[in-house]
């Protein structure tokens, strides 16, 4: 056992340097993954809104009486999104 720490001791700066180097990408790899994972919460939102923007025109098309369901569709589909 005493002779393998004399073999040990000149492997440790390669050990650590290992060690660092590793960490390092580590760290890189877990920054990416949370821009991945902010820029696709991004992407769900903007769908949401989107799904939100088309149910409220359908709630005002089944809500408003007397009026020409064909037609208001043509308005609603022409009309700019908020």
Known sequence: MG?????????APFLLGGFAIWS???????????????????QYAAQTER????????ERIVTDKGIDVADEIEKLRDAPLN
């Open 51 to 58: 799904l939100e923007a088309r149910v409220r025109v359908l």
């Open 24 to 42: 390092k990408h580590q760290q890189k790899m877990i920054e990416k993954q949370s821009e991945m994972t902010a820029e696709k919460a991004a």
């Open 3 to 11: 002779d393998a720490i004399w073999i040990l001791i000149p492997l």
